[in-house]
């Protein structure tokens, strides 16, 4: 038995693949139980109205409806992650004030089951509803006005403020010799995952309401199904199968409550049957949440010399109809808009505001991406200013061991942000002006070769830094449980533990730090994952969290379990609950607080080529460069940059979600379009960096989210650098790129 202190990288297949491959693999909308009913959700179609009256007697009379579930049948008729905003079901009949309301048009208000999805469909259409209309509030700068108060319980529709409030502004605008002052537009993203929401629920073996789906947080779920149901924690199980994609967009409530309550009500009323909802591309567009919206003005001040004097920034998020995740996003994008550097002083306000969109959530980086947007451009913009490279003003300000961040309080230790700069710049041989391969052909439309004078070529850099953990003082664990089954010898061991597979290949991770922490061959470990009936709380998997916490939490358990079977017990048992280091809150006035407990650094070098008579844009080449600390499975972690990079790409240059009024106009992939395979970045050169985390798992860091965050401002350097124009919103679609170079008199 090796010592359990040694961790040899393994490049091992991932435990999933060979089922994702070969089709075996059962994602939830493949799980087909005997028996089956069928359920599908009415929307409410309505960004702001009040129910005036529902009818369901002519759906509940369509050929093969079996019940129809609406307000009234809920028993605390109300959910949400970070506050409980939203009703189950909108509708009459409900105790819970203002659930009559439809604050957005993804709102649920019916779930007809039926023998057949087709039934199901066609007896939804047969529901009548009567609304009273009430006002439209889209813009947030309306809606903070607060004439119209969308959720009259929470008195205001600023959801929430952070600010930081660091030195002296005033000297530092007097230090400051140039000053670079803009405003910035981020765009909502789909997370376009390739499963769309689906699950089955049933009553269990033990008797408890079951439900098999796509999530990514299997407890958080249970507690919110438990709470809505008015049902003990124990009688609510919660359990994963195969997921396709998640990416955050699987952080909040989409079908889970309604399948247990149709379960439930089914069960009270004697039928005893599993029920399935799958949504189509559509719902599932229109049905959950997107990446904030954001519009960031920001004011930068440097001395000749390069060094950041001052930064002023206010960040405002559409935040959508309910709060999902908003107050941590902004959290996040708070802490993020003046980039990975030590400032002296700052001024920051954020505010997060709700309107009758589609709520903001969750999404690839959480706030890092906007805050990161703003932050990189104006260091690039700085730089043109002062006639310096972009690599070297950042070197002379990037946050080093022992830097005190805007919250004033220190950077975890472990910083590496130097390292990764350096690394970037020299794999992209950013210093050789002839760095970019000028003989690349470019064909804007397949059926057209774009003009030699059309075609221009630029190269941009952006660096950052991404949170490791939920941040500001939420409260973090994550369980584990070992068994060690043998006799003189260790025979199996057995990992218990809820972390979710979303297509990150966390489960493989977890098998390989068990094998590693228990100083056995992978061979020997067996996996009981993702199941409340199993496992302890492992919390969720977004954050860039889960290798960190679940390879803690791993270790401890394998610690205990070894301990155990020393003492010659069979099996040996360990079971722990592993706690981070505490993180704080913002105080209200100054922003002070210790954030995070770990970071990972990440830079990226972006080379495009502009065709500026048509405005496409192609990414030839991205170096993505990441201090991992130490890699668990270098495949995944290639895997997870190069998918980011692409999903970036399409934040980018192309995903366009238009909405009017509260409606989204183009809930289809055939509208919303996301990169295809002749969209992604010509090449994508994965660096990985092992500068290890002192409190990490064999010195892990979380990575999966840092790929993301920069690289919209890098290839918005590139561009600048391949036209010479700044483009402050985004994405960079052919019209509005041609539209900007046409009114600076290029192309044409």
Not at 166 to 189: F, H, I, N, R, S
Not at 435 to 453: A, K, R
Not at 646 to 656: D, I, R, S
Not at 680 to 705: F, K, L, N, Y
Request: proline share 5%; aromatic share 6%.
């Amino acid at each position: 038995m090796s010592n359990k202190n040694e961790y040899q990288i393994q490049n091992i297949p991932r435990v999933d693949a060979l089922g994702k491959v070969t089709g075996e693999a059962p994602f939830p909308g493949d799980v087909t139980p005997e028996n089956l009913l069928h359920a599908r959700v009415l929307f409410s179609g309505q960004p702001h109205a009040r129910m005036i009256s529902m009818d369901t007697s002519k759906a509940l009379a369509f050929p093969g409806v079996v019940a129809i579930y609406t307000a009234e049948d809920v028993p605390v008729n109300e959910y949400g992650l970070i506050i409980s905003d939203q009703p189950v079901l909108v509708g009459l009949g409900s105790e819970m004030p203002f659930s009559d309301v439809s604050r957005w048009e993804g709102d649920q208000v019916a779930v007809v089951v039926a023998e057949s999805e087709l039934a199901a469909e066609k007896a939804c259409r047969l529901i009548k509803i009567e609304w009273e209309p009430l006002p439209v509030i889209t813009d947030v700068f309306e809606a903070m006005k607060d004439e119209v108060i969308i959720h009259p319980e929470l008195g205001s529709n600023i959801l929430k403020k952070y600010q930081i409030r660091k030195g002296d502004m005033e000297a530092g605008w007097a230090a400051a010799d140039v000053v670079v002052e803009d405003t910035y537009k981020l765009p909502y993203q789909e997370h376009a995952y390739l499963q769309p929401e689906a699950g089955v629920g049933w009553i269990d073996e033990e008797g408890r309401i079951a439900v098999n789906v796509g999530g990514q947080w299997t407890h958080e779920e249970q507690e919110q199904i438990a709470h809505a149901l008015a049902l003990p924690l124990d009688r609510v199980r919660v359990r994963y199968v195969a997921i396709g994609g998640a990416f955050g967009g699987r952080e909040d409530m989409s079908i889970q409550i309604v399948l247990a309550l149709a379960v439930k009500r089914l069960q009270e009323a004697g039928i005893d049957r599993p029920v399935r909802i799958i949504w189509s591309r559509e719902e599932s567009i229109i049905g959950h949440h997107k990446r904030h919206p954001a519009v960031i003005k920001t004011r930068w001040g440097a001395t000749r010399e390069g060094k950041v004097t001052a930064v002023a920034a206010k960040v405002i998020f559409n935040s959508g109809a309910y709060a999902y995740t908003s107050t941590k996003v902004l959290g996040n994008a708070n802490l993020m808009v003046t980039g990975p550097y030590e400032l002296p002083n700052v001024t920051v306000d954020s505010y997060t505001v709700t309107t009758n969109n589609v709520p903001g959530g969750a999404f690839r980086g959480f706030g890092g991406p906007q805050g990161a947007f703003a932050a990189e451009t104006q260091m690039n913009k700085l730089a043109e200013k002062l006639g310096m490279d972009a690599v070297e003003l950042r070197l002379k300000n990037v946050l080093r061991e022992g830097s005190l961040m805007t919250t004033q309080t220190p950077v975890p230790k472990g910083v590496s942000l130097v390292e990764v700069v350096e690394r970037c710049a020299s794999e992209a041989d950013w210093h050789n002006s002839n760095g970019h391969e000028q003989s690349l052909s470019f064909n804007s439309l397949q059926s057209v070769v774009s003009g030699p004078g059309a075609v221009r070529h630029g190269r941009g850099f952006a660096c950052g830094l991404k949170n490791v953990g939920f941040s500001f003082g939420a409260p973090e664990r994550c369980e584990a449980t070992i068994e060690l089954h043998g006799g003189a010898e260790i025979e199996k061991v057995i990992l218990r533990h809820a972390l979710a597979e979303v297509g990150q290949g966390s489960h493989t991770a977890a098998q390989q730090m068990a094998a590693s922490a228990a100083g056995v061959d992978i061979s020997l470990v067996e996996l009981d994952l993702s199941d409340t009936a199993t496992s302890g709380d492992s919390g969720s998997v977004s954050a860039s969290r889960m290798t960190w916490m679940a390879g803690n939490s791993i270790r401890l358990a394998a610690e205990k379990a070894l301990e155990a079977w020393t003492n010659e017990e069979r099996p040996a048992i360990g079971d722990v609950q592993f706690r981070p280091p505490l993180t704080e809150m913002y105080d209200e006035e100054t922003g002070v607080c210790n954030p995070n407990f770990s970071y990972g650094y990440m830079a990226q070098a972006a080379e495009v080529t502009v065709d500026v008579d048509t405005g496409h844009i192609r990414v030839d080449r991205i170096v993505s460069t990441h201090d991992v600390g130490k890699a668990i499975n270098t495949n995944l972690i290639e895997g997870q940059i190069e998918g980011a990079v692409v999903q970036a790409t399409g934040y980018t240059l192309m995903e366009n979600l238009q909405l009017e009024d509260g409606h989204i106009l183009n809930p289809y992939l055939s509208q919303y379009l996301i990169p295809g395979i002749k969209d992604v970045p010509t090449t994508v050169d994965s660096v990985i960096m092992e500068i290890p985390d002192p409190i990490g798992p064999w010195g892990a860091r979380g990575m999966a989210e840092m790929p993301f965050i920069t690289l919209a401002p890098a290839v918005i350097a590139a561009v600048h650098d391949a036209t010479g124009i700044w483009f402050d919103e985004i994405p960079l679609t052919p019209d509005r790129v041609v539209a900007k170079l046409r009114q600076n008199q290029i192309g044409g």
